[in-house]
């Protein structure tokens, strides 16, 4: 058995060269810890990461958990190093309809935007934010859109209805636009 800090370090490690989210789950079957002795280390790495002289965050989200760069950085190291591409409007507005709608065909999603959607699911296809979720069970079997785990973890959501519940909460006290 280790101790907390030699897990949180095992942990740190893991995390790193991973790079993508990691499930709890997967976390304790990798370090052969029970889920308690996981969550001591991910506090112990949660404190070291919340001083003020560090430039990354533990993120937990609905695709796990991840080593990942303090927001108060994004627009610095976007500007230095080259980050991605903000999303244009029309790849925004599909985005917020897969999201409100999932799963949704590519036509009902030109219905409700009015314009044709193929270049700009492609693109969101490209950077991960979308998926197939399979074909719709009419004549023509049209493809199935949905968020993907990238996009919960880009939007610092564990699931999509956080999203919709927090709209609608919105919506009905009127504070949308």
């Given amino acids: 058995m280790r101790g907390t800090d030699r897990l949180a370090a095992a942990l740190e490690a893991y995390l790193f ?37 560090s430039g990354i965050q533990l993120h937990a989200s609905g695709a796990g958990i991840a080593l990942a760069t303090k927001k108060e950085y994004d627009a610095w190291l976007q500007e230095t190093a080259g980050g991605r591409a903000p999303l244009s409007p029309a790849a925004l507005e599909t985005l917020a309809v897969v999201a409100g709608r999932e799963p949704v065909t590519r036509a009902e999603i030109e219905r409700i935007r009015g314009v044709s959607a193929g270049r700009v699911l492609a693109s969101l296809m490209e950077k991960d934010l979308i998926e197939e979720r399979g074909r719709l069970d009419v004549p023509g079997r049209p493809i199935l859109y949905g968020t993907t785990k990238r996009f919960l973890q880009c939007a610092g959501i564990s699931d999509v209805k956080e999203l919709r519940a927090a709209w609608e909460k919105r919506m009905t006290e009127g504070e949308l636009f």
Wanted: glycine share 6%.
């Fill in 17 to 53: 060269i991973h790079g993508a989210p990691v499930k709890k789950a997967e976390l304790v079957s990798v370090m052969e810890e029970d889920e308690g002795r996981i969550e001591e280390a991910l506090a112990v790495l949660r404190e070291k990461y919340s001083r003020e002289d």
